[in-house]
């Protein structure tokens, strides 16, 4: 189980208060207590159910790594699973089983987190073990050497062998050029054959600390609880200085730039991204939520824009979607993908996107067209209460990129205000050619030597 | 994301023994016109989810591979006279949610809404036409069968989609199940609106469906929705039985040559139908073997001990008849004979020899605590309830589940396995680049 990698991408995550709900029904009270030694703790009571879920997040993730240690952040995730002091390797996830818990690990640009599933009377062993991984993590060489493969067999899987992923690898490389977004999560395949034990060393020491940390606890618990058993497990585990952490903000964007990526694929695919802010990013959050709404309108549902007008509409396009992920810790893509109908091109459907991007531009929405966004979220806020992982998963990702848990509560209210005027506005200001990366994936000719092939890149 | 944790799926296996946890009461009826009914109140948030099941899956096409897969994905996109963008904006302007899926037994068709009438009556209203009145407009036909057509050209992209149709092909030569859900190139080219409204006409019947419903609803409430949504249908025939499934003859290697980094790995054979009477041994021996993740041997001997894969398990798929068991994984073309002599040692091992006494309270304890964890969420309990009933499993399955759980012993799971698991007819299947040093 454990290790997942998480690619935020093509995403559109609405959460927070709803119209049609009582607030008896969906009580939304998120309790914060901050121990002595800078841990932070968050508890949201969830009583459906005698369960619970918990779960760590780390600030640390791929967007903390530079040139030469990509994929560090990930390996460590792997490792924090191959023993402690006190625990031999793989006995954390045996306790956790003999317990009934179930439990994983992810790794983001932004985060590394680590959580459990059990019935609520187990939170203390949860609780007991993150603790003693926190602070007493045994890096062992033979462990090391074997979960290095393990990853390497990961990123085979997940990207060498898939021919969209892997051109999505390349996209982001070319559209960023000072921000560290332009390298994978799981990291270059010779920056995980160069890693070392002591890079492992080094970075744990770096960045695992209570003062760098948020526990999340949503479930069938009581808040005074789970705040005495975090200040018995954490409490006693020294806070580390940090220095700043640089900023690597990406240098504007002086030009649209395009690339090719030919892969063994049998059809085209293309991606194409703007450079935008994100609520972490800027002073006054108007235009971020207006963005988000934006990516509604083109891509939130099935009567959404680029459904009914690409795939159903003019049929040049047999899947496409917009994504923006307003919740990064830094600056990040407004992001559009599709695979072209066969006998169309991709640059045909780039330049169906346009035309759609265009539209935004010169003419507002409807009322209704923005009712029906405005509706999904407000459905989507009572949805996602049916699920602790999630509440919990908002709570911890809004803390550990910067933006700070409590804006969740802001999130209806703030996607409610966003007018037509404000979404054409944010279009002209935003979706700009000078500011966009496009790339193709074209299959690779059967031909020979492998030349590219003719087919594919011309317009119908 | 992908994990390494597999769980049998199709089945609920859980029980509670240290918990006290209310076993959610499946309430059911028969409509007049022969549809049940199944009904779990709940309370706690303001949703109703359902979904219809119909015997109208992969294993009724036919000789039009892939009719099951395209009538159901065009229900909603035409249906009353309203064409897919109406329907879909009548839908999400009161947040609702509606989606169509077909598996090899059945077809499905799943709601999601708010309980406040204001967005629960026109959307249950929308799901009504779309059930019973799908137009299969000519246009949206012609669009869906391209589109599946580029996404059965578009397998060829993945090693592992390729292993498994190839693994089917062969453990089920001669048994519908051997076809791909979405049928094949040729087949979906055959496919006309004839077919369409036959398969619809045939299958989309009363006598054929089950609607569950679960959410902050009375059992009136219920009671009308279900009349609402399923009166109109006609009656019909339930579908006939699915053949059965024949026993494989010999092992077979298969491997297809193909362009990757990794070589995908599937070994196989057809064991578990639902409510199999082994079916208790078998689960609880396949959470030792390799359905538990990291403390199943599987992952232990293949990632933990030799590195050798991201991704390995083991599974149980019960369908109506026979599914399979299925061991997995991935690894670097390189490794691919290492990998194939582990997984095979270690199956042999474990069906040789059994469960130690200590894996078998382990995978008890695992299963019995984390019972709660299974029903914690309304989405989860329609999920449950709909496995127990498509597969007419008895409605108290979950009440006995303890008892059938705890009764299972180390003996019994590996004379089961002896049995059951005839390694020497079982399928390998390897998809990947053979390397210059082997073979």
């Known amino acids: 189980m454990k290790k997942l990698l998480i690619t935020v991408f093509i995403l559109t995550m609405f959460y927070s208060l709803s119209a049609f709900a009582t607030a008896e029904n969906t009580p939304n009270i998120v309790h914060e207590k901050v121990l002595k030694n800078g841990l932070k703790v968050l508890v949201k009571e969830d009583r459906r159910a005698p369960v619970m879920v918990s779960q760590i997040w780390y600030k640390v993730g791929a967007s903390y790594e530079y040139d030469g240690i990509t994929g560090l952040s990930h390996v460590l995730e792997h490792m924090m699973f191959q023993g402690t002091d006190n625990l031999q390797s793989g006995e954390f996830s045996k306790i956790i089983a003999e317990n009934g818990g179930r439990e994983n690990a992810f790794t983001g640009a932004d985060y590394t987190a680590y959580f459990q599933t059990m019935e609520a009377s187990r939170l203390e062993v949860s609780m007991r073990l993150e603790a003693e991984r926190m602070q007493r993590l045994k890096l062992q060489e033979k462990e090391f050497v074997k979960e290095l493969q393990v990853v390497m067999e990961e990123r085979r899987l997940r990207t060498e062998d898939k021919p969209q992923s892997q051109a999505y690898e390349y996209f982001k490389a070319m559209a960023f050029t000072s921000s560290p977004y332009r390298n994978p999560i799981i990291g270059w395949m010779q920056d995980l054959d160069d890693m070392t034990l002591a890079d492992l060393g080094a970075w744990y020491q770096q960045w695992y600390a209570p003062n760098n940390a948020t526990l999340v606890i949503v479930g069938d618990i009581q808040a005074a609880t789970v705040f005495e058993l975090a200040e018995q497990y954490f409490g006693g585990i020294p806070a580390v200085e940090f220095k700043a952490v640089k900023q690597r903000v990406e240098v504007p964007q002086l030009g649209i730039r395009r690339g090719i990526v030919k892969q063994t694929a049998k059809a085209p695919y293309l991606l194409m991204g703007y450079k935008v802010p994100v609520l972490n990013s800027v002073e006054h959050d108007e235009d971020i939520y207006a963005l988000e709404v934006l990516s509604g309108i083109l891509s939130g549902g099935s009567s959404a824009r680029l459904v009914a007008n690409l795939v159903r509409g003019s049929q040049v396009a047999t899947s496409v979607s917009a994504g923006y992920d307003m919740n990064s810790r830094l600056a990040n893509l407004f992001l559009f993908d599709g695979v072209p109908t066969q006998g169309h091109s991709v640059d045909a459907l780039e330049k169906a996107i346009i035309e759609q991007i265009n539209l935004l531009k010169t003419e507002p929405v409807s009322k209704k067209e923005l009712d029906r966004i405005k509706a999904q979220v407000v459905a989507a806020s009572v949805y996602e209460k049916d699920s602790n992982f999630y509440q919990g998963m908002q709570l911890g990702m809004l803390e550990t990129v910067g933006v700070g848990w409590q804006k969740s509560a802001e999130y209806v209210d703030k996607v409610k205000a966003v007018s037509a005027e404000k979404i054409q506005y944010v279009a002209n200001k935003y979706l700009i050619e000078d500011h966009l990366t496009v790339v193709y994936m074209l299959p690779k000719s059967q031909g020979p030597k492998g030349e590219s092939t003719q087919e594919l890149a011309h317009a119908q | ?439």
């Open chain 2, 1 to 439: 994301m992908r994990s390494n944790y597999q769980i049998v799926t199709g089945v609920v296996l859980w029980f509670a023994c240290s918990v006290v946890m209310a076993v959610p009461t499946i309430q059911h009826w028969k409509m007049t016109n022969g549809a049940h009914v199944y009904f779990v109140a709940t309370d706690g948030l303001p949703i109703v989810d359902a979904r219809v099941v119909f015997n109208a899956g992969s294993a009724y096409d036919g000789r039009y591979s892939g009719l099951a897969a395209l009538t159901s994905s065009l229900l909603d996109q035409g249906a009353a006279g309203q064409n897919a963008q109406k329907i879909a904006e009548q839908l999400e302007s009161v947040g609702a949610q509606l989606s169509t899926g077909s598996s090899r037994d059945f077809s499905t068709l799943s709601f999601r809404s708010l309980s406040d009438p204001n967005a629960l009556a026109p959307a249950w209203a929308v799901f009504k036409k779309v059930l019973n009145k799908p137009d299969f407009p000519e246009k949206d036909f012609k669009r869906e069968k391209q589109r599946n057509l580029l996404s059965i050209k578009r397998r060829e992209e993945s090693p592992g989609v390729l292993a498994q149709l190839a693994l089917y092909k062969e453990i089920y030569k001669g048994h519908p199940y051997a076809n791909p859900i979405q049928g094949d190139a040729v087949s979906v080219a055959e496919i006309s609106l004839v077919e369409l409204n036959n398969f619809y006409k045939t299958y989309y019947v009363a006598n054929n469906a089950k609607l569950v419903l679960v959410g902050g609803i009375s059992r009136q409430q219920a009671e009308k929705m279900a009349e609402e949504l399923l009166a109109d249908l006609p009656s019909g025939q339930k579908a006939a039985a699915i053949a059965e499934v024949d026993d494989l003859t010999k092992g077979t290697a298969i491997h297809l040559e193909y362009p990757s980094q990794q070589t995908h790995l599937m070994y196989s054979l057809p064991v578990m139908a639902h409510n199999d009477a082994d079916k208790f041994a078998l689960y609880l021996g396949n959470h030792i073997l390799g359905g538990s993740g990291f403390s199943s041997r599987i992952v232990k001997e293949i990632r933990e001990e030799r590195g050798l894969a991201y991704s390995a398990y083991s599974y149980f798929h019960p369908m109506v008849q026979k599914g399979p068991f299925l061991i997995g994984l991935q690894t670097q073309n390189e490794k691919s004979d290492e990998a194939v002599s582990a997984v095979k040692q270690t199956l042999l091992d474990f069906i040789e020899k059994g469960p130690t006494e200590q894996e078998l309270i382990a995978a008890k304890k695992n299963i019995s605590g984390g019972f709660a964890l299974r029903l914690d969420s309304n989405k989860k309990l329609l999920g449950s309830v709909v496995s127990i009933v498509a597969t007419d499993t008895p409605l108290n399955y979950l009440n006995t589940y303890l008892k059938n759980i705890d009764a299972v012993s180390v003996e019994q799971i590996k004379e089961t396995f002896q049995r059951r698991l005839a390694v020497d007819k079982m399928v390998m299947v390897t998809v990947g680049q053979i390397t210059g040093e082997k073979k």
